[in-house]
């Protein structure tokens, strides 16, 4: 292809579109006079009366030298002047003029030889006040060292928003010379940036003239490729005096410091308020289940995104955890982010796995210490998983770097917090460490006293029921069914019980008590009082005379507080003789009729002393029901008694005619879930024709 020229025809040149004037000359106020040969001014522009002060018709045709110089200087300019016009050779420099009105300047002068198409030759004066000379000068000299200088970053661009310059700072801020900025536009250089938000600023920043101001700019540069640095970018749309837009001025200031500062001082914030959170949302019950998920709810998303709480088998059963080789864990809790498929890798709540010696939780409470991946490979993901089956899935959830922290309290290890992350871009780093650590040990300590709590409540359990009654085989008249159901797992152990005693004359003593306080303590004082009541029923005593005996008894058990319900049933006679010590009243069920509470005095509780206790008789025939419970089946904290007795009686009622094991169970599923508040004993009787044996529920 060739080169296409600007000629018109007949080769004459194109003129160029007039391009705006620059501002420059404005500026200075160059002033322009022209002499003949013989010194005598001929030409004198507007600027010329502004320096000089002498208006056209008093300067043409003067002698300039004895119209703009003192006389003292006559012989000097006459001399400059004559060299000028026969050499030809430009003189540039300072002279003292002297105004109109008096005064004395130094005027910067540019002359120069003028020759017309006649051959007559004239002098050109371009006179620049030298105040305003300099004034530029220092200017421009001082922007030229503040450029080159600053450590600030600055550049100009055209209108198209191409590099017209940059200085050293943006250079080394950028990693590229000045000579690969010339000339290309922002979206080539800019490469690590969001170019087209950025140019979008620019260009508004054109069109508006609204500069903007310390806008944070975040990213990696060729300079620094492995360091995020952060920035405040400010631009400017730059005119001359009469408004026309040269370009844009962009100005860098590296802020990465006092971003990374910010930064750190948010995450200390942050991390601060997550221990504040752990510490009032771990540890609020005594179960190893429950403060396990608590500390996963905690770390997850915040710290990790997938998080799985291991606790040593050993631990749970009171032994010392093996420092060496495989190790066995049963999972308390798992939560992730997202249900994806690095939380189906982790083992199920509640199941024992076994990691050999090789994988990265075993060495973690093997060693006490903590265990970072910072960046995962597919051989580390098949030391953290179970197999090679979780490690795919590990891989395909985007697990990118794992953390293991040891759960260690009073010197003992417990087990792990296992820590992965997947959509969180960011590697666990020292810091996570720290935190990780920290949370780790408020679990501990509320891990270690759940399981010593445990420990003992299963003592106390264990105890309880071996001292609860094995049914009667054989009870002349009488259907029997019973129940005791602990309080939940974060609740010790109380005192309830429940007995049903042969009597002489095939008479039946039905008794159920509760040992108010919980633990062995309520436990042991419960089988002291079952095995006293045993004794006195076979005294064949009266209930009231029984519970007499029994509180006097209890008055020498320190601390001792129960209440109790003891009945008699004579099938004989179809009577129940009841007495209350303080106790719930039993509830009563006859054919074809609801439910309803008896009306019996309710005495005091037994170890209070001193009071005396009723004997009521009812009458107990065939088809009648009698239901005796401890408080735990009908008091809670969050619903009125008389509802909850009222819910007692419509199961009983819509029940009547069930096996009594199945009531009994209904009974249980109307008001007590489970993990209730308190223990529950329940006894249900029901009675039958004499001469039928006893059916046991």
């Known amino acids: 292809m060739g080169t ?11 003129a160029a579109p007039a391009a ?11 002033a322009a006079v022209v002499l003949d040969a013989n010194g005598r001014v001929v030409f004198w522009s507007p600027q010329a009366e502004e320096l000089f002060g002498y208006a056209p018709e008093e300067a043409l045709g003067q002698f300039a030298a004895r119209l703009l110089v003192h006389e003292e200087h006559w012989d000097e300019v006459i001399k400059l002047f004559a060299e000028v016009m026969e050499s030809g050779a430009d003189w540039a420099g300072a002279f003292p003029i002297r105004h109109k009105g008096g005064s004395t300047r130094m005027v910067e002068f540019r002359n120069m030889r003028l020759l017309d198409d006649r051959g007559d030759t004239y002098a050109l004066g371009l006179a620049v006040d030298q105040g305003t000379v300099e004034e530029v000068e220092r200017d421009v000299a001082l922007s030229t060292r503040l450029v080159s200088q600053s450590p600030i970053g600055l550049a100009i661009l055209d209108p198209d928003l191409r590099y017209l310059t940059v200085n050293p700072a943006l250079e080394r801020m950028h990693g590229l010379p000045a000579a ?22 620019l260009r508004h920043v054109l069109e508006t003239g609204e500069p903007l101001f310390d806008r944070h700019v975040v990213g990696r540069t060729a300079a620094d490729p492995d360091h995020e640095h952060a920035w405040a970018v400010s631009y400017y749309r730059l005119e001359d005096s009469a408004g026309r837009v040269l370009g844009v001025a962009h100005s860098v200031i590296d802020v990465t410091e006092r971003h990374q500062a910010a930064l750190e001082a948010a995450q200390a914030r942050h991390r601060l308020a997550l221990i504040a959170r752990a510490s009032a949302a771990i540890g609020t019950t005594l179960d190893v289940a429950q403060t396990a998920r608590e500390l996963a709810d905690v770390v997850v998303p915040d710290l990790a995104d997938v998080a799985a709480v291991h606790v040593l088998d050993s631990a749970l059963h009171g032994r010392t955890a093996p420092n060496e080789g495989a190790a066995r864990f049963r999972v308390a809790a798992v939560m992730a982010a997202d249900p994806a498929d690095a939380a189906r890798a982790a083992d199920p709540p509640g199941e024992l796995a076994t990691y050999d010696s090789d994988r990265l939780v075993t060495q973690c409470v093997h060693s006490r210490e903590p265990v970072l991946v910072a960046h995962t490979t597919p051989g580390d993901l098949r030391r953290i998983a179970r197999d090679d089956e979780a490690a795919s899935l590990l891989a395909a959830a985007g697990v990118h770097s794992y ?24 590697p666990f780093n020292h810091d996570d460490v720290l935190l990780a650590c920290e949370l780790a040990a408020r679990a501990a300590v509320c891990i270690d006293n759940a399981r010593w709590y445990q420990s003992v409540r299963n003592t106390a359990l264990t105890l309880q029921r071996s001292l609860l009654p094995e049914p009667p085989s054989h009870l002349p008249g009488l259907e029997i069914a019973c129940r005791y159901q ?17 009597l002489p004359g095939d008479k039946s003593a039905l008794v159920v008590g509760d040992v108010m306080g919980s633990g062995i303590r309520a436990a042991a004082t419960m089988g002291q009082l079952r095995s006293a009541t045993r004794a006195f029923a076979h005294l064949d005593l009266a209930p009231a005379e029984v519970l007499r005996h029994l509180d006097h008894l209890t008055e020498d058990v320190e601390q001792t507080i129960a209440t109790c319900v003891y009945c008699v049933y004579d099938p004989h006679r179809g009577q129940c003789h009841i007495s209350l010590a303080g106790h719930l009243p039993p509830a009563l069920v006859r054919p074809g009729r609801s439910a309803e509470l008896l009306d019996l005095p309710t005495g005091v509780p037994l170890g209070v002393g001193g009071a005396p206790f ?15 419970y401890t408080d735990g089946l009908v008091e809670t904290r969050n619903e009125p008694i008389d509802a909850r007795l009222n819910t007692l009686l419509d199961a009983l009622t819509a029940t009547r005619a069930q096996d009594l094991g199945e009531t009994c169970d209904r009974v249980l599923d109307a ?11 329940l006894l249900i009787a029901r009675a039958q024709p004499h001469g039928h044996g006893a059916g046991i529920g």
Do not use: C, Y
């Open 4 to 14: 296409a020229d600007s000629s018109g025809p007949g080769g004459r040149p194109v």
């Open 20 to 30: 705006p004037p620059s501002g420059l000359l404005d500026l200075l106020n160059v």
């Open 180 to 201: 690969e900025h010339i000339g290309r536009r922002v979206s080539e250089v800019l490469t690590f940036m969001d170019t087209e938000a950025v140019e979008e600023r």
């Open 403 to 426: 953390l293991a922290v040891p759960l260690v309290a009073r010197g003992e290890v417990l087990g792990a917090v296992d820590l992965k992350r997947t959509s969180n871009p960011k």
């Open 486 to 502: 602990p309080a939940g797992a974060a609740i010790e152990i109380g005192g309830d019980w429940f007995d049903a005693i042969p």
């Open 614 to 628: 009723e004997t009521t008789t009812i009458d107990f025939r065939p088809g009648d029901q009698i239901a005796l």
């Open 671 to 681: 008001l007590r879930p489970p993990g209730g508040e308190d223990d529950v004993a």
